[in-house]
């Protein structure tokens, strides 16, 4: 490969990575690790796993802000179904895995209606799942929704790779009622800059070594 060529992969995969990573895409939890909430009805997993939602999102694929414009509604016919999640505790705790660090900018939820869904909640993004060192990057108040649909609350870019929904308060109801969480941010496993520039030094001796054979 010649060291014109060279620099021309390097520089489209630098300008195709830089895309990528720009691109603030719909994140879905791997898995929810844990809880002090004790469940009353409803499986705690379908708060996750899109099964609750009209149209499905591809997770690190999806843009966020196309995804949420026009939400899904959820598809169960009550928000006290398999499909949902309920808590006989008002106020505790949340922690879901991203399975590996994104830099976080937006938290979708899918409040449930009438009185029965969060009424208050902070936010608690950690590099690990121990959340020795968490970053609380807001304290948030939904709206009650006359139907289960999607809010998005956006705070500054935060590193993380678990996130901890702390409700802070309800609606008066004795329980807590959550259809679908999903969160917004960027790196979508696109090679950094610097693997892409040691790549194209590589690249590029590979080049020389073949013109000194020739």
Known sequence: ??????????ATAMLTASSVLAN?????????????????????????????LSAPYLTG?????????????????????????????ELGHIDFSLGRK??????????????????????LVSL?????LPVNVGSFNPADPSTPSAQ?????ETPGAFVRLLATSDFGRPGINLGEVAF????????EPTTLLLLGLGLAGLGFGRKRLH
């Open 1 to 10: 490969m010649s060291l014109k060529k060279c620099f021309a992969v390097l």
């Open 24 to 52: 603030v895409v719909v994140i879905q939890p791997a898995a929810i690790v844990d809880s002090t909430f004790t469940p009353f009805e409803g499986v705690p997993g379908n708060l996750i796993d899109q099964s609750g």
């Open 184 to 191: 917004g941010g960027t790196g979508t496993g696109v090679p």
């Open 102 to 123: 994104f830099d976080l900018t937006n938290f979708a939820l899918w409040n449930a209606p009438a009185y029965f869904g969060i009424g208050g909640f902070d936010l």
């Open 61 to 89: 694929v999806t843009l966020y802000e196309d995804y949420i414009l026009n939400p899904p509604v959820p598809t169960h016919p009550s928000f006290t179904s398999s499909t949902a999640f309920r808590t006989s505790d």
């Open 152 to 156: 998005s609350f956006q705070f500054k």
């Open 128 to 132: 690990d799942q121990s959340f020795s």
